[in-house]
């Protein structure tokens, strides 16, 4: 009679267990924000635009009001604002603002770098707010800044002009610093709507020129109300109106600018907010 061996007995141990020191908390736009902030600041693409946009601001600004003050007759100068003189290089280096807002989001899709995003982020539209926020703050304080710089040396070097008013002073420096930054937002938002760098990068400057260029070709007196209009709502006669030097007699001002810009990126920002959701990554 043969003797039945009992199966062997497998012992299950449970794992001891094991508590992180890092707190677990429920993730919220103020996290999408640092860590937005930590990606702009840590690329070095970031520093060079940025670099290169405040040294055409300031330098093209400077550059302007030492030549203006070296060859004009100061009483030539008496009704001059000489904050206007500051345009010149903001015209230039709002296509550095336009760069870099574009490559604020279409980058990552390019590189593919959206994917982690999305996954240690799924909620895109708090992605996007958070992009929004970072580059918003960046590119405002950088335009202030260099606008004040050049508007207080536009202020000393150009003795003959007149003593800018306090609405001036704010128009000149905080309402075109504004304007800047939300045309840099209208730019990430293109950025997030087409996701690839020179295609949305194309149609913005497309968008800042192209109204201009064609206005300075309509001859006809037929095509005079669309002419004056493309004048009006063109983007450089826009930034223009913060110096109260525009194109044209009438148009907007400096503020209905900014209204026109802020509506428009709100529109932009709409639509990218809506085609996140529908599109995968």
Known sequence: ???????????????P??????????????HAVASEWTKIRSVRSTMWTLGVFVVLVVGVGLLTAVLIAANADPASLESDNPLSYGVFGLLLG?????????????????TGMIRTTTVACP????????????????????????????ALADVALLDGARTPSTGEWVKGTFGVSLFIALL?????????????????????????LAPLVLALFMFADSLSPLRDFLFEYSI??????????????????????????LVVTGAAFGAGFALLEKRDV
């Open 1 to 15: 009679m043969s003797q039945q061996t009992s199966p062997p007995q497998v012992w299950q141990q449970a794992a």
């Open 17 to 30: 267990g094991y508590t992180s020191p890092i707190p677990v908390v429920r993730t919220h736009l103020g």
């Open 94 to 110: 709002s296509m550095c603002v336009i760069t870099l807002g574009v490559l604020t989001t279409a980058s990552e899709y390019g």
């Open 123 to 150: 909620s895109r539209g708090r992605i996007l707010a958070a992009k929004a926020i970072v580059f918003f703050c960046v590119a405002f304080a950088f335009t202030f800044v260099s606008t004040l710089i050049v």
């Open 184 to 208: 840099g937002m209208l730019s990430l938002a293109f950025g997030s709507i087409v996701r690839h760098s020179a295609g949305a990068i194309t149609i913005m400057i497309g968008l800042v």
């Open 236 to 261: 450089p006669n826009l930034l223009s109106t913060f110096y109260a030097q525009t194109l044209t007699d009438s148009g907007p001002s400096a503020w209905d600018s900014l209204l026109i810009a």
